[in-house]
């Protein structure tokens, strides 16, 4: 008998353990489901809810992080899609100005009637602008192509001083329009880990636009400091000079800082500056006065690192 009244006794345990799980288990489905209502509903007062030791408390306090950083993803995808609408407006009144003035140019040519002079200058008009929109189309495509890896970089150790030649080599022509001089201070060669074109490349465009932001007849300085690590080459223009607030912009895609905005430009030429010296383990910094002077410095990795 005494066996029966434990059997029992054991059967209404099992059945009043049972009921009590089946109870904590709807409750705690009925919880997170109404947390994930709330992040669904991106529900603000989620994350004000007071968080204690057990495991609702601890999913409601992961789903507001989720939650928060869905929104900061949200916003800065807003924030990136108004830079681009700027760019693309930007870009559009650019290339349309541009092409318009080609047009023009053509026409004039093509009805005949025009001075030797004035048709050699019209001529050379439609080459700078034709220049312009190939430049910033190859930009575009570089940006674009070394953003998602299908440009590889391929930096080893090799000496500097050719580098940098090639790059001011390739400036010179733009330089000369606006009698602005190059001057590089002397130092001794050493191997640098860089790709040595797309390195070119990169100086190349801060030396345009130490060209671009200068006043004619100026000088644009070029140096070399060894470092433990690195080795730092500083370009320093006299020109416009960039606004404090705008140093850590400028080498964001398609910004432009403010003091740029009169002159014609793309915002691209920094960022790819950017790309191609994190690519091989480099970087980049700026330090400027408005109206007197503005240094890039591009910090490359030594030989023995």
Known sequence: MAVVFISVGAIIFCIAVAVACFRYARKAHNSIDEVL???????????????????????T??????????????????????????????MSHQMKTTLSGISMYAEILLEGNVPLEEQQEFLERIKSGTDSLQWMMESLMKMSRLEVGAIQLSPSCQNIKQTISDAIEGVLGSASKKNIGIEVAGFSDMPLHHDRRWTKEAIANV?????????ANGTIKISVEPLPLHTKIIITDNGIGIER?????????????????????????????????????????????????TSFSLFLQNEKN
Do not use: C
């Open 37 to 59: 209502d709330r992040v669904l509903a991106r529900d603000e007062e989620l994350r004000l809810m007071p968080t204690g030791e057990d495991r609702i408390s601890k999913l």
């Open 245 to 293: 607030n705008d140093w850590h912009l400028i080498f964001k895609r398609f910004y432009r800082g403010q003091n740029a905005k009169a002159t014609e430009g793309a915002g691209l030429g920094l960022y790819l500056v950017t790309l191609i010296m994190e690519k091989q383990g480099g970087y980049v910094m700026v330090d400027s006065e408005i109206g007197k002077h």
């Open 61 to 90: 306090h992961k789903a507001s992080r989720v939650m928060d950083m869905y929104i900061s993803e949200s916003a800065q995808s807003v924030e990136e899609k108004v830079v681009i609408q700027g760019f693309i407006s930007d």
């Open 207 to 215: 030396l345009e636009n130490a060209v671009k932001y200068s006043h």
